[in-house]
């Protein structure tokens, strides 16, 4: 009797500077798990949105290499620091006030000026230009070394979310009859990883072809769709979002809210994390089906499909995930992080002192966004190493995950 190999996904979730969190786990399953368990770690489909775009394309990049991923996505984030990923090195008072006059008058720029203008993380799109072999991506789909890779992004003019997806095959899988959202076919490159990585407000839009995108993350943190239109029957899901145990509840105003407050907790709610929501529903799937397995038999799901396969497109199937999430709030991970640059701030020049006070400001830390802008070496250190932690109290679970039985 043949064994099939089940079709196993990776999901990277969007976070921003959160995304070296990410390095973490996928150091410890490259080169901590038992070899016997190393040997079985392998993945079909990668989908990542936001920051997780860029992780997904690097291992979609590298996945004829395997033992290098963990290393090589751990070098990265820790040569990053937010001087140079802000571009403040080598700016004066000077400096900051002709791009800020510039942008203000420029005729070429009758709408006006944009906050990257003055702070644009040029380093990010050096990273994903170079650092990303995007030749290798079709290489090792060539190989059969993974089936399919998507990004998710958001198209600004009408606020869908576009799905780039590049498979083996050609064509694309029944997707999603949500108005909101679309799959195109692709070939991957720099582009599509960069607008999906777009913060809004804070990291310019890309342009692809006619069209200007932003981050996926607006309408779909956890791309946890893509994975199942895509066919996996296994998912592992990366997520940024700290899950404490009870129900925790910030403190009461105390005051009315300052605009700032308000303003980033709006913001905060764009990059909220649906994860959740979409676990739950795969849940209650998995749930029904296996239900009606034990009462109608065996041939239940089977029967079913062959009933709903021409208004659905796709069949239905049980999906085991596994879960791995910090065990801390990030946000509280990069706190001392922040602090110690405030310390520092009275020796630093102008520029680099105004992204120190943007980074720490209400907007940011009540919208907990310093977390997600502080792309800085020592913060990216303690996630990984955090992030490796909780996949090694996964370890057995893991083991079973990745098994072919």
């Given at each position: 009797?043949?064994?099939?190999?089940?079709?196993?996904?990776?999901?990277?979730?969007?976070g921003g500077a959160r995304g070296a969190y990410e390095a973490g786990v996928i150091r410890y399953l490259r080169e901590e798990l038992p070899r016997d368990a190393r040997t079985q770690v392998r993945f079909d489909v990668l989908t990542g949105t936001s920051i997780g775009a860029m992780t997904a394309c690097l291992l979609a990049g590298t996945m004829h290499v395997p033992e290098d991923q963990g290393r090589m996505l751990s070098t990265?984030?820790?040569?990053?620091?937010l001087e140079r990923v802000f571009k403040v090195e080598g700016e004066s008072l000077a400096s900051v006030s002709r791009k800020l006059w510039k942008a203000a008058r420029s005729p070429e720029r009758p709408e006006g000026w944009r906050l990257h203008d003055v702070f644009h993380p040029i380093a990010l799109e050096q990273i994903v230009h170079t650092a990303i072999d995007w030749s290798q991506i079709a290489a090792n789909l060539a190989k059969g070394l993974i089936d399919a890779i998507a990004v998710s992004t958001t198209r600004i003019r009408d606020g869908k979310t576009v799905v780039f997806v590049q498979r083996r095959e050609l064509g694309?899988?029944?997707?999603?009859?949500?108005?909101?959202?679309?799959?195109?076919?692709?070939?991957?490159?720099?582009?599509?990883?960069l607008a999906s990585a777009a913060i809004p407000l804070l990291f310019r839009s890309v342009r692809i072809g006619a069209e200007y995108f932003c981050d996926g993350s607006l309408r779909q943190t956890t791309p946890l769709s893509p994975a199942l239109r895509l066919g996996v029957d296994r998912v592992l899901i990366l997520t940024m979002k700290h899950k404490p145990h009870g129900q925790v509840s910030p403190p009461p105003l105390t005051s009315m809210p300052t605009s700032l407050t308000v303003i980033g907790k709006m913001l905060n709610a764009l990059m909220v994390d649906r994860a959740e929501h979409d676990l739950d529903r795969l849940r209650r799937m998995n749930m029904t089906l296996e239900t009606g397995r034990k009462a109608y038999g065996d041939d239940f799901v089977e029967k079913m499909n062959v009933a709903i396969r021409s208004s659905r497109g796709l069949p239905y199937r049980v999906v085991k995930d596994l879960v791995i999430r910090p065990s801390r709030d990030l946000a509280d991970l990069a706190r001392p992080h922040l602090e110690a640059r405030a310390r520092q701030e009275a020796a630093q020049?102008?520029?680099?002192?105004?992204?120190?006070?943007?980074?720490?400001?209400?907007?940011?830390?009540?919208?907990?966004?310093?977390?997600?802008?502080?792309f800085d070496g020592p913060f990216a250190r303690e996630l990984i190493e955090l992030g490796m932690q909780d996949a090694h109290a996964k370890r057995e679970a893991l083991i079973e995950f990745f098994s072919v039985s």
């Open positions: 009797m043949t064994t099939t190999k089940p079709r196993v996904g990776l999901v990277c979730s969007g990265l984030w820790q040569s990053l620091s694309l899988p029944a997707w999603s009859r949500d108005p909101y959202t679309e799959a195109q076919e692709v070939v991957l490159g720099a582009e599509h990883a020049p102008l520029p680099t002192r105004l992204l120190h006070r943007l980074s720490g400001s209400p907007m940011f830390s009540q919208a907990e966004l310093g977390s997600y802008l502080l």
